[in-house]
């Protein structure tokens, strides 16, 4: 894998897009897209259904390679890097729709994902010589507990994830990607089947992580409200093109990102925000 810094920002970005373009057939999902994840930021990214949000997560976390631009970690050039390279290399991301181990305990998936991060090719061999199966060191236990406190799952850890409300299950998908110990997490709509007050706690939670950890966030949400309220840096997209971004009391006023979200009609209140996007109507 080559090494290209070219400029500052692909330097000092924890994460960063240049120029990407992906082509479905006829249909230009990104049309040369730009957007840096800076060291200890949250940055939020938004747009209306079928905008390019998820493909430009595929792009970034490795599973999809794009037809033009680059994809840099730490100014290190990952475009051709494999995700399991990229997740070696700080990253972290979570799925709209949890992707868990049905009969796991809360626990088991935390302590499968440190091991991973502390045993690595360790735990193959660990099958075959029983290692795997010695009672872990009181460092592991100790760092499991940390992942699950911080995420106000300990009363929850020896449950098997199989009868969990959609609120935890999202908290155990963040624990488990918090316990490969990211420099970056992406986070594809983590609010999404949330209530009002759920969605409040997990945008405290996201707070601290980044406060607590210096993990730099980039989250994709459908809930603007959220993502203006907790993201120092906003892009949004719009049919593949990022129309904007900046920070959250611009992008709040913008009126291209307003006619993105609500069509020619614009809100009377200037103070109205983006918050019932069409994407929000059809889950
Ligand atoms: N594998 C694929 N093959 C063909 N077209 C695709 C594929 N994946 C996505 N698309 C199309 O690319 C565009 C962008 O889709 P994407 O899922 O990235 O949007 P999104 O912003 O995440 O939308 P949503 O808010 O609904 O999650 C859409 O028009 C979608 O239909
Ligand atoms: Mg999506």
Excluded: W
Excluded at 231 to 252: H, K, N, Q
């Amino acid at each position: 894998m080559s090494t290209v810094a070219t400029d500052s920002a692909a330097a000092t970005a924890r994460l960063e897009a240049s120029g990407v373009t992906v082509r479905f057939g006829g249909l230009v999902a990104l049309d040369c897209v730009d957007l840096a994840v800076p060291p200890g930021a949250m940055v939020g990214l938004v747009g209306p259904n079928g905008a390019g949000k998820s493909t430009l997560f595929a792009v970034l976390s490795g599973l999809l390679k794009p037809n033009a631009g680059r994809v840099r970690m730490g100014g290190a050039d990952v475009t051709r890097a494999s995700p399991m390279e990229r997740a070696r290399r700080g990253l972290a991301r979570t799925f709209q729709r949890p992707e868990l181990f049905s009969d796991l305990t809360v626990r088991e998936h935390v302590v499968l994902a440190d091991r991973v991060r502390h045993r690595g090719g360790r735990i193959l061999r660990d099958l075959v010589t029983g290692g795997g199966f010695r009672r872990p060191g009181a460092d592991e236990d100790e760092r499991v507990d940390a992942v699950l406190e911080a995420l106000h799952l300990e009363d929850l850890r020896d449950r098997q994830v199989s009868g969990l409300p959609l609120g935890a299950s999202r908290l155990v998908e963040i624990a488990r990607a918090l316990a490969t110990g990211p420099e970056v997490l992406l986070l594809d709509e983590p609010s999404s089947g949330l209530d009002g007050r759920e969605t409040e706690e997990l945008a405290a939670t996201l707070a601290r992580l980044n406060a607590d950890r210096g993990v730099s966030l980039l989250l994709v949400e459908h809930d603007v409200e959220m993502v203006l309220g907790m993201c120092g840096t906003v892009y949004v997209l719009d049919f593949g093109a990022m129309i904007r971004s900046g920070p959250p009391e611009e992008i709040r006023s913008d009126p291209a990102v307003r006619a993105a979200y609500l069509g020619t009609e614009q809100p009377s209140s200037p103070s109205a925000t983006p918050d019932t996007a069409p994407d929000e109507e059809s889950r």
